[in-house]
Each structure stands twice: as C-alpha cells, then as structure tokens.
C-alpha cells in the first residue's frame, strides 16, 4: 500500500480513538440541541470550499480552518467533524471536482483530531463566560489567553499535518514544503487566525449573522491570495515566452530552454528550494543559453554571456548569481552561496542530459563536472541521487506535458 494512504489510516484511527475517549455529548443529543449551529457551520464550510484556491500540483488552498474552530468552540466534535467532512465534500462536487475517498478520509479524520482538542480546550472556557447569562462572551483575562494559543495551536496544527500529507503524496522535503508554504501565503495564514478568534468572540451576541461576516471576510482573502497567484502566473508565462522568442533565433535548440526549466525546477524542489529560491533556479534555466544566441558559431563574434545580456533586467535579478557561476563554471575568486552553484550544477548536468537526448549542442563537455568539483562531497551525492531520478522519470514527464507553472508555484 501506497506510504500516503497507510498515513491517512494511522490518522483515521488517531481521530476515532480521541473521539471515543473524548466525554462529549453524542451525535444524537449534540444534534438536538445545537442542529442548527451544526448546519451553518457546514453550509459556511460548503461555501468556502466551492472558492478554494487550486494550485497546479493539485493541492488546495483550503481556509476552512476558521469556521472548523469555532465549530469546535460551540458543537460537539463527534456532531462536528462528520458535517464539516460533508460540507467540504459538497463544496468539492459544486467545483465539479472529482471527489477523492482517500482526500476525503484525510480531511475529515484530520478536523476530527482538531475539533476534539478544541472542544476539550475551548468548552470549559465558553461555559464559564456564559454562565452569568451574559449575552455575549465575558471572558477573563485567562479566558483570552486560552482562545488566542488555541487558535493559534489549531491553526499551525491544521497547516503542519496538511503539510504532511502532501510532503508524502508528491516526494517533496517536508520543512522545506511548509517553508514554502509560509512564504507564499503567509500573510493569509496570520489572517485566518484573527478570523477564527473573531468568529467565537462574535457569536453569542450576533449568532449566524456573525458566521455570514467572518465567511464574507474569508471570501475576500480568497480573492486577494487568487489575484496573487494570477499575477504569477502571468509573470512565470511572460518570461517562458521571452525565452521562446530567443530560441527562435536558434531552431536546432527550440525548446531546450524549457525542457531544461521543467526539469530543474523538478530537481530544486526535491533538493529542498522552495518560493524565490526555486524560481530563481527556474529562470536561470530558462536563460541559460541566451549568451550563445545571435553570435557567430564560428568566429565567436558577437558572443556575450548570459549573465551579462541578463544584467540590467531587474526582475531576473536573483537568477544573475546562477548565470555567473554556469559562466565561468572554474572561477575560484568568488565564493558563492551553496544553494546558488546547486542549482548551476543541476541546470548544467541537466542541459547536457537534454542535448545528449535530443541531439542538439551544449555549453561544452565537463560544464557539470566544473561545478560539482565545487560542491562538498556529500551535497553533490545527493544533487546526483535526485538527478537520476529526474532523468528517469523524464519520459513520463515529456508525455504527461508538464507546465513551467507546476514548478513555480
């Protein structure tokens, strides 16, 4: 069995056995009397599902979180987390997605494990403040503090074991996974957890009223983090074609640029770069002939390198160091950032297995040794490891027309 799905399982059980042993009340007696909170909560969450975000490796920005901790402020986890699961896979279907059992299984045993340790946290607390018959939440000092480190323990939870699970499902390094994560959405994240301490704070005194504002406000960070990930895209698509336009001056090496884009990024990533780091690998591969292109193959006349063609475009600037060290491959006067002559070594090697495989011509034989005898020992062995599992699976790769953007985002 695949090492995802035993994942999904070991979790599975983990949710039974904390809602077994959890004294709650049961789904029955939790539907009588909170049924209609329990059914909010599941629309709010249906609704928000049907916006998430998709990013092209085929996850999903989910940002549910909120409403699923505040759901287990008020409603028992045992009533929660099979309304929630069922909102999140009607939202699913209303995106015309098809819906995965197993994606199903781990989203609704992961909010299950959270929703238990909410309610055990959180429901002494909403208890105490309301049991003077206040309208709203009168809570103490203590009564604060507990709200705001289980949001925040809810939220960095939720995140760490979504993480997780997509860490196993694609092969990626976990921490530099969730690093990624954090930089690109980091922002989204601080967001959500205001929204989910709001959420409670404003319940008893606006009640669904209050549930509508805070899914309206989730809503728009939505569209905001969509708008982000448009622009982009859009950036990542204008730079492929700026490189395509530059091959054709080329023909015999039409599409090198990209093969080797695709390729690199896929071996950056599972080396450990992630956000800018990646893309800067990404760029540098796709511009790492630019220098030969217009010059005279025989004479060398007009020839310049491609980080000095590259020098004066600001927003390529941070894939300059990479061009400089694929330049002057032996340059010993320069000490360069690790990451920076990895990701030279990988789009070196990975240029001569292009041109090798497509009968084309390359910067010259011994460009990926140059750089590697750079490398320490033990880097370098895993560059390689992880270069021959992409030549490997580069047939595959080819035939399943994997975009440029899968590897930036």
Same mark, same amino acid.
């Given at each position: 069995?695949?090492?995802?799905?035993?994942?999904?399982?070991?979790?599975?059980?983990? #949710?039974?056995?904390?809602?077994?042993?959890?004294?709650?009340?049961?789904?029955?007696?939790?539907?009588?009397?909170?049924?209609?909170?329990?059914?909010?909560?599941?629309?709010?969450?249906?609704?928000?599902?049907?916006?998430?975000?998709?990013?092209?490796?085929?996850?999903?920005?989910?940002?549910?979180?909120?409403?699923?901790?505040?759901?287990?402020?008020?409603?028992?986890?045992?009533?929660?987390?099979?309304?929630?699961?069922?909102?999140?896979?009607?939202?699913?279907?209303?995106?015309?997605?098809?819906?995965?059992?197993?994606?199903?299984?781990?989203?609704?045993?992961?909010?299950?494990?959270?929703?238990?340790?909410?309610?055990?946290?959180?429901?002494?607390?909403?208890?105490?403040?309301?049991?003077?018959?206040?309208?709203?939440?009168?809570?103490?000092?203590?009564?604060?503090?507990?709200?705001?480190?289980?949001?925040?323990?809810?939220? #960095?939870?939720?995140?760490?074991?979504?993480?997780?699970?997509?860490?196993?499902?694609?092969?990626?390094?976990?921490?530099?996974?969730?690093?990624?994560?954090?930089?690109?959405?980091?922002?989204?994240?601080?967001?959500?957890?205001?929204?989910?301490?709001?959420?409670?704070?404003?319940?008893?005194?606006?009640?669904?009223?209050?549930?509508?504002?805070?899914?309206?406000?989730?809503?728009?960070?939505?569209?905001?983090?969509?708008?982000?990930?448009?622009?982009?895209?859009?950036?990542?698509?204008?730079?492929?074609?700026?490189?395509?336009?530059?091959?054709?001056?080329?023909?015999?090496?039409?599409?090198?640029?990209?093969?080797?884009?695709?390729?690199?990024?896929?071996?950056?990533?599972?080396?450990?770069?992630?956000?800018?780091?990646?893309?800067?690998?990404?760029?540098?591969?796709?511009?790492?002939?630019?220098?030969?292109?217009?010059?005279?193959?025989?004479?060398?006349?007009?020839?310049?390198?491609?980080?000095?063609?590259?020098?004066?475009?600001?927003?390529?600037?941070?894939?300059?160091?990479?061009?400089?060290?694929?330049?002057?491959?032996?340059?010993?006067?320069?000490?360069?950032?690790?990451?920076?002559?990895?990701?030279?070594?990988?789009?070196?090697?990975?240029?001569?297995?292009?041109?090798?495989?497509?009968?084309?011509?390359?910067?010259?034989?011994?460009?990926?040794?140059?750089?590697?005898?750079?490398?320490?020992?033990?880097?370098?062995?895993?560059?390689?490891?992880?270069?021959?599992?992409?030549?490997?699976?580069?047939?595959?790769?080819?035939?399943?027309?994997?975009?440029?953007?899968?590897?930036?985002?």
């Amino acid at each position: 069995m695949r090492r995802d799905r035993i994942l999904i399982l070991v979790q599975c059980a983990a #949710a039974a056995a904390a809602v077994t042993l959890t004294p709650m009340p049961g789904v029955a007696a939790a539907w009588r009397a909170d049924g209609l909170l329990a059914l909010a909560f599941t629309a709010c969450v249906a609704v928000l599902t049907a916006f998430s975000v998709w990013l092209p490796r085929g996850d999903s920005v989910d940002s549910t979180a909120p409403m699923a901790f505040a759901a287990g402020a008020f409603v028992s986890p045992a009533l929660m987390a099979v309304m929630i699961a069922a909102g999140w896979a009607a939202g699913i279907v209303a995106q015309r997605r098809s819906l995965d059992p197993w994606r199903f299984l781990e989203h609704a045993s992961r909010r299950a494990l959270l929703l238990t340790g909410t309610f055990m946290l959180l429901s002494p607390v909403i208890a105490r403040s309301a049991s003077g018959g206040a309208r709203g939440l009168a809570l103490d000092t203590l009564g604060y503090a507990t709200l705001g480190a289980c949001g925040v323990l809810f939220t #960095a939870i939720d995140l760490l074991i979504e993480q997780l699970h997509t860490s196993v499902r694609l092969s990626i390094p976990y921490v530099a996974l969730v690093i990624s994560n954090v930089q690109l959405r980091g922002w989204m994240i601080a967001a959500e957890l205001s929204v989910s301490v709001l959420t409670v704070l404003i319940y008893r005194p606006m009640g669904l009223y209050g549930l509508a504002i805070s899914s309206a406000m989730l809503l728009v960070m939505r569209q905001s983090f969509a708008l982000l990930l448009e622009m982009r895209a859009s950036y990542t698509a204008t730079v492929e074609v700026l490189a395509r336009s530059l091959e054709a001056y080329d023909p015999q090496r039409r599409g090198h640029a990209e093969r080797v884009a695709r390729m690199a990024g896929d071996a950056a990533r599972r080396v450990g770069f992630q956000s800018k780091r990646l893309e800067d690998v990404v760029y540098a591969a796709l511009f790492h002939d630019v220098g030969r292109l217009g010059a005279d193959d025989a004479t060398g006349e007009g020839e310049r390198t491609s980080s000095e063609v590259l020098a004066e475009v600001n927003l390529l600037s941070g894939a300059l160091p990479v061009l400089r060290i694929l330049d002057s491959p032996g340059e010993a006067e320069a000490s360069p950032v690790e990451q920076d002559l990895i990701g030279a070594y990988l789009i070196a090697r990975l240029s001569e297995f292009d041109s090798a495989a497509n009968a084309g011509s390359d910067q010259g034989p011994g460009l990926g040794d140059a750089i590697g005898a750079r490398l320490y020992a033990g880097t370098r062995r895993t560059a390689d490891r992880v270069l021959r599992q992409i030549e490997s699976a580069t047939p595959e790769a080819a035939e399943s027309g994997a975009a440029l953007t899968d590897v930036t985002e």
